[in-house]
């Protein structure tokens, strides 16, 4: 039998940008994280390609087509393509004020706009484009039903951009994000929007935290008093989880987490993402992530085309090691060898 060759395998270069800056650690370039993810391989397997943040300083959203084509000969000239794309919707909160909340929907166009000339260069192929609500859960909680309608309000609209270039738009399930900080606040926005385009980006880190009820104990699936060493208990856990969230899944980061939050420089405390070989890391990286990637029959969904590492809030002498992207790139290959297939 031939070796699975799907979903492909991408890094995620916002992790040398988020947490990072002038209250935390110096950025880490765009050029060194690509470097980096192409210069790893694990028994002659190396990664396919990167996802990436459409930001400063790594990024500038409004280049021009010679420089977005410069960008993709970059990429391409590392054997890489690139995937999923996050727009910089956060200086206009979904639930805020009209002009707050054009301001969102306008960096998704721009974003939609870069995705479409990366698609027409040939170095994207498949992928989506990331967002979250832009929204604190404590402003959210002012409000919830109110809230809600306003997040869904601007999804609808910035989905509605989004489909006029075949676009979908994944909102990211993390416990910082308002109105997506608990796992039953992201299917009422979800449903709420009712759009064919929108849909969750499950992070195994961060949905690990949807578990313990952090900035939403009442939507807390584990017991209060939990032990991690019940394996069991947590697999129960997880598959209630996922069998809630993973119809609306089309974009997923492999991850790992040891139980706790994290925050560094300008960020929220969120879902700490954890080495892939981390002793404290309470999932079963292989195992777990067959929790997204296979039905409740234990069939493949192949929902989506790649999945991505994702190594936010990493110091910065752990990601300079190349040793650090070789432990990601043996762990990615271990979830495809198990939930993969070949195309």
Not at 169 to 185: D, N, Q, R, V, Y
Not at 199 to 205: I, K
Not at 264 to 284: I, W
């Amino acid at each position: 039998m031939p070796e699975n060759n799907y979903p492909k395998l991408h890094n995620a270069t916002w992790p040398g940008i988020v947490g990072k800056g002038p209250d935390s650690e110096p950025v880490i370039p765009f050029d060194t994280m690509l470097k980096m993810t192409a210069a790893a391989e694990v028994d002659g397997v190396k990664f396919d390609g990167v996802d990436i943040g459409l930001f400063d300083p790594h990024i500038d959203l409004d280049m021009s087509d010679d420089g977005i084509k410069a960008l993709a000969d970059k990429v391409g000239g590392y054997g890489l393509s690139i995937g999923s794309l996050v727009a910089p919707i956060w200086g206009g909160p979904a639930m805020g004020s009209k002009e707050e909340r054009a301001t969102f929907v306008e960096m998704v166009r721009k974003a939609c706009v870069f995705g479409k000339k990366l698609n027409d260069l040939g170095i994207r192929k498949y992928g989506v484009v990331r967002i979250d609500s832009a929204s604190k859960p404590e402003a959210w909680a002012q409000d919830p039903a109110g809230n809600t309608k306003l997040i869904a309000q601007t999804f609808r609209e910035a989905c509605d951009v989004a489909a006029d270039f075949g676009e979908s738009l994944a909102a990211e399930g993390e416990i910082c994000w308002g109105g997506m900080h608990s796992w039953k606040a992201m299917i009422d926005t979800m449903e709420a929007v009712e759009r064919p385009n929108i849909g969750f980006q499950a992070d195994m880190s961060h949905t690990l935290l949807y578990l313990l009820g952090y900035n939403s104990p009442e939507d807390r699936i584990l017991p209060v008093d939990f032990d991690w060493n019940d394996r069991a208990t947590l697999d129960a856990g997880l598959k209630k989880l996922t069998a809630a969230l993973r119809p609306w899944t089309i974009d997923f980061h492999v991850a790992q987490n040891d139980g706790t939050v994290h925050g560094q420089g300008s960020h929220d405390k969120t879902g700490r993402h954890c080495l892939a070989t981390d002793p404290n890391g309470k999932l079963d990286i292989a195992h777990h992530a067959g929790f997204w990637l296979r039905d409740e029959n234990g069939d493949l969904t192949k929902r989506f085309k790649h999945i991505c590492w994702d190594g936010c809030m990493f110091p910065n002498p752990v990601m300079e090691n190349q040793q650090t992207w070789n432990d990601i790139l043996a762990a990615l290959i271990k979830v495809r060898n198990a939930h993969g297939w070949v195309a």
